[in-house]
C-alpha cells in the first residue's frame, strides 16, 4: 500500500531525502508493509534548476497543496530557519499529520510548542536529523539509554568550526584565511556567525541536553563563546602543549543542576575527540549505568542528513501500520536548574600580551595568587617591540575564579590584553589512550 | 500500575538488572506508566551468598514458579550458555511472556528459532545486551538506520582478547603472560578458549551480521583466528610499522556477497579503532547513505550490560502499555551468499622464522613473485642461533592468494615456520586522522 509523503523545501537535504526515498521504496516496504511516495514537494520558485529529477513528485509553490492534501499523512520540512517552518509544522500537525523534521534551529526554539502541538492532535514529531548528521544520537538517548540517569554530554558537533579548526591544526593557517577556505568549499556560509560564534553548536546542545538531562533547555541558558578570536598562536602553543583546539559542546548534570557551555577548548591528542576532524561529529555520553559512550559520524551533507531524515520517516510509517503514536514521551523534570557558571573545575589556558620588561610576570604571579588560581606551567614567547606573549595553564580551577583572575589580570597597566581563556579537557579514561 | 517481571540467573549481570530496576523504578514508572518489579529470580542454588540484598524478590530454583506465574508479563534472561537457556526462553515465549535477554551464544546459534517462536505467540525478545554492553548497537542498526544499505561493519567486540592485546602493547608482555593477569582480574575465564580463540567475537559479529545485511549469518559462515599465537615479537613489529594489532571482527556485504571473519589485524595507530583499549568495544558502520560512523563504550560489565537490559525492558513496557509488540521486522533476503575467502584485497603482516644463510631472501622473493603477490616492504631481524626473523608486508592482494603465497613458504626447506598472517587495516577516511 502506499502512503503519500509531502516535502516542504527541495534544497541539499531535501534533494537528498527525494533520492533516498526512492532508492529505499522497496526496502521500506518490506520493512513496513507500507511503500512510501513522496507527491509534492514545496518550493519558493518552480522554475529553478534541481539538484535531483523529479519524478512522481510534483512541485508546488503553496503550501495548501499539501497540507489541505487528505492524501498526505506524513510531512517532511526541509526548508530550515524559524518561519515559515514554524507555521507549517503546526498546521501540518492541527490537520494530523505526522511531521518528520531536519530544523535544529526550530526545534530549539520552539521544541516544547511543537511537541504540545504533536501531542494534542495524536501525532508524532520526529528530529533525529537535527543534530549530528547521520550520527544516531536522539533515539539512543531517548530510547535506548533511558535506563540511565546521564549526567554528562560532550561533543562536536558543527561541521564548519571543526572543519577550520582541523584546518586550521593541520596548515598552520589563521582563522581568516580557513574560513575563507570553507567558504569557498561550501563548508560555511557567506555570513558565517550562526557557525563561528558558536550559535549553532549552542541550539544542537539545547535539544541534546533537554533530552539527555529531562529538562527545557533554552538558548540562553547556554554560556557560549565562538571561535573569532582563536588565532595560529594558540592553535601552535596547543601543540606544544600536546593538545589541539576544538569548539565542544558540553553539558553537565550533578543533581538536578546544570552547566551548559559552547566554545573552544583544548583537548588533549590521546583524547578520542581530538581525531574527530573536519565535517565529522562526535558526541560522548556518560550514563550512570552505561559508563562512557561515544558516537561518531558524518554530521551534515545531502544523503548523511537524508539518512536520518528517512530512518525517521520508516519509524513513522511502522507506527502508522501498528496505529500507534510512537513518539516516546519525554520526561520534564521542572526542578532542574541552570547554574551559569556550575562548571566542574578543569584547567584553563590563557594568553596575554604583556610588557617585555623586568617585574611583570611577578605582577601575574601576584594576580594569580589573589584569586586563589594557581598556575600549572606559564610559557613566556616572542618578545617583539616590547612585548612578549604569555601562555599560562592553570590548575584545576572553578569557572568563576578564572573569571575573576582575568578581570583582575586586565587591570594590570603592565598587561595589554588577555587575548583567550580556554577550558582544557581532562584526560580521557583508562580505556581510551 | 506494577508489572511483575521474573529474572532467570543472578550472577554478574542479573544483579546488575535487580540492582538498577530499583534505581530507576519511578523514572520507568514516568516514562511508561507501568512501574517494573521483579517478583521472582530464578537460581541453581538457594544457599549461596549474593551479590545484592533481595528484598522484593523471591528466590527460587524451580523454573515452573516464574513461567507458570500469569503475573509476570516478561522474563529477563541472564543465565548464559544454550541450556537451560533456550528451553526456559521457548517456554516464556509459548507461555505469552515478553523475553529480555543478554544471551549471545543462544541469539547466535539459536536466533531465528527463538524469533520465529516469539512472532508465532505475538511477544517480543529483545537482545541488545548481547552485543557491545552498554552500547546501543542492535536497535540503531534495526531502527535507525534502516534508510541505509549497510555496507561494512567492523569492530573490536571481545574485551576480554582486547585487555590481552592492549597489555601485551602496553608492556611488551607476552600472550601468556598478559593472559594470567586477566584471569587474575577477572577479565578472562579460567577455561579462556571461546575468547581467546575468537568464538565470542564471531558468535557476536553473526548477530551483527545477520541484522545489518539482512542475512542468516551462522558461525560456521564466519572464518575465525584467535590471538594464542601472537607474540611479544609481534607486537614490536607493529609498533615499529606504526600500528597495534586489535582481534576485529568485519563483515563486508558487495552486492549480496557476504564476506565474515575474525581475527588479530594490525591497525594503523591513527585509526580510531586502534585508541580502543582495556574492556572498551566499539564497531564502525557504513551506510550507503550515512557514510562512516563508530559507537563505541563498555562492552561488559554488571552495571553496563545491566544499562542494555533494562533498557530493553523499558522498551517493553511501552509497547505493553501502547497494547503492540514492538519487535521491528528483521528483513531476510534468503538470496545473499557467503564467499568463504570473499574479503576485499588489503595489505597482509607475516613473520616468519628462515635459515639465516645468503639466498633464502631471494628464494622467498621468488615465491611471492610466482603467486604474483608483491611485498611492500620486508624487515629481516634477530639471527641468532643460525635463524632470521622475517616481518614482510604485502602490497593489497585478495586473500586467496596470501594463503597460497603462505603454502608455498611452508613448502620451502629453509622457511622453519610461518608464524603469523594477518590483514592490515586500511587507514582510516578523512575525517579521523
Known amino acids: 500500500m502506499d502512503v503519500c509523503l509531502g516535502l516542504l523545501g527541495c534544497g541539499t537535504v531535501g534533494s537528498g531525502v527525494i533520492e533516498l526515498t526512492r532508492r529505499r521504496r522497496e526496502k521500506i516496504f518490506e520493512l513496513t508493509g507500507l511503500r512510501p511516495k513522496i507527491t509534492k ?20 509553490a503553496d503550501p495548501e497543496d499539501i497540507l489541505g ?17 514554524r507555521t507549517l509544522i503546526l498546521r501540518a500537525l492541527a490537520a494530523g499529520k505526522h511531521v518528520v523534521t531536519a530544523n535544529k534551529d526550530l526545534i530549539a526554539a520552539h521544541g516544547p510548542e ?3 502541538a504533536a501531542e494534542r492532535h495524536g501525532v508524532d514529531v520526529w528530529y533525529e536529523a537535527a543534530v549530528g548528521g547521520a550520527i544516531p544520537l536522539i533515539r539512543p538517548l531517548k530510547e535506548c539509554l533511558t535506563a540511565n540517569e546521564i549526567t554528562d554530554i560532550k561533543g562536536i558537533i558543527n561541521g564548519t568550526t571543526n572543519y577550520i579548526l582541523s584546518k586550521m591544526t593541520a596548515t598552520g593557517a589563521g582563522f581568516a584565511e580557513a574560513l575563507a577556505e570553507a567558504q569557498a568549499l561550501g563548508y560555511a556560509e557567506a555570513d558565517p556567525s550562526s557557525d563561528v560564534d558558536g550559535l549553532d553548536a549552542a541550539r544542537k546542545l539545547a535539544i541534546l541536553a533537554s533530552i539527555a538531562f529531562h529538562a527545557k533547555v533554552r538558548l540562553e541558558d547556554i554560556r557560549v563563546t565562538g571561535i573569532r578570536h582563536i588565532t595560529a598562536a594558540d592553535v601552535a602553543y596547543a601543540d606544544e602543549l600536546g593538545m589541539v583546539i576544538k569548539l565542544l559542546a558540553v553539558g553537565a548534570d550533578r543533581d538536578g543542576l546544570l552547566s551548559l557551555r559552547v566554545g573552544p577548548a583544548l583537548v588533549p591528542k590521546d583524547h578520542p575527540l581530538a581525531h574527530v576532524n573536519g565535517s565529522y561529529n562526535a558526541l560522548l555520553m556518560r550514563g550512570d549505568a552505561a559508563g562512557d559512550l561515544m558516537f561518531f559520524g558524518r554530521g551534515a551533507g545531502s544523503m548523511p542528513t537524508a539518512s ?10 511502522r507506527n502508522l501500520k501498528l496505529g500507534v503514536t510512537g513518539q516516546a514521551a519525554l520526561l520534564c523534570r521542572p526542578d532542574k536548574r541552570v547554574l551559569p557558571d556550575g562548571f566542574d573545575p578543569v584547567r584553563y589556558y590563557m594568553r596575554l600580551s604583556v610588557d617585555d620588561r623586568p617585574g611583570v610576570l611577578a605582577r601575574i604571579a601576584a594576580a594569580f595568587g589573589d584569586a586563589e588560581v594557581s598556575m600549572e606551567s606559564v610559557l613566556q614567547k616572542r618578545a617583539y617591540e616590547g612585548r612578549a606573549e604569555i601562555v599560562i595553564l ?3 580551577v572553578p569557572y568563576g575564579q578564572v573569571e575573576r583572575v582575568a578581570a583582575a589580570l586586565r587591570s594590570l597597566a603592565a598587561v595589554h590584553e588577555v587575548h583567550c581563556v580556554m577550558p582544557v579537557e581532562p584526560a580521557a579514561d583508562g580505556g581510551v589512550t
Not at 514537494?41 to 508546488?60: F, S, W, Y
Not at 492534501?69 to 517552518?85: K, S
Open 41 to 60: 514537494v514545496l518550493v519558493r520558485n518552480l522554475q529553478k534548476p534541481r539538484q535531483v529529477a523529479l519524478a512522481d513528485e510534483r512541485l508546488t
Open 69 to 85: 492534501d487528505a492524501d498526505i499523512r506524513v510531512v517532511i520540512e526541509t526548508i530550515g530557519g524559524i518561519e515559515p517552518a
Open 114 to 116: 511543537i511537541l504540545e
Open 308 to 317: 536520518a531524515v528517512v530512518g525517521d520517516v520508516i519509524e513513522v510509517l
Open 394 to 396: 592553570t590548575h584545576e
